[in-house]
């Protein structure tokens, strides 16, 4: 049920001092170790290691690191979770007022910033699968974004 090009959603993960991320403008569906780029945060700048730049959204998922001292593996998909929570705002993608809304919905739904698995839905954008293990990011229910979406406002 995925939306645009990411078929597959955009997978990262956490070794050591680097974030790998799956590099841009390829395939996910056919990812292997190779299309992972070595990405840290530094003084609040994002670096990459190599010739190939990462996904557009390796800021977003460089902050939500570091913000979630338990996850190790992220899933970003343009698809929606069956039972996830939702964010209260559209934020589009690549936005990095993403991550303040991502947290605060986070904090809000599971009362805390230190669990090992989240689940979340993007309001107008997709879902987040968040997990220490990779076994914490599988076995997750997707179904299709409507589209044309309408996104209700929502007072705060």
């Not at 919905?105 to 879902?127: A, E, F, M, V």
């Amino acid at each position: 049920p995925q939306v645009g090009r990411c078929s597959k959603g955009v997978p990262s993960f956490r070794a050591g001092k680097y974030i790998f991320v799956s590099q841009r403008n390829v395939d996910k569906e056919f990812l292997d170790i190779s299309h992972f780029v070595p990405t840290y945060l530094e003084d609040g700048k994002v670096y990459y290691c190599g010739e190939h730049k990462p996904s557009v959204d390796t800021p977003i998922q460089l902050r939500l690191y570091e913000a979630l001292p338990n996850v190790n593996y992220i899933i970003h998909a343009h698809c929606y979770i069956e039972g996830a929570p939702f964010t209260s705002k559209a934020i589009p993608c690549g936005a990095i007022e993403e991550v303040q809304e991502v947290v605060e919905t986070l904090k809000k739904s599971y009362g805390t910033l230190d669990g090992s698995r989240y689940i979340l839905n993007l309001i107008g954008h997709g879902s987040l699968v968040l997990g220490r293990t990779v076994e914490d990011i599988m076995d997750v229910q997707y179904y299709g974004r409507p589209l044309p979406e309408i996104v209700p406002e929502v007072n705060d």
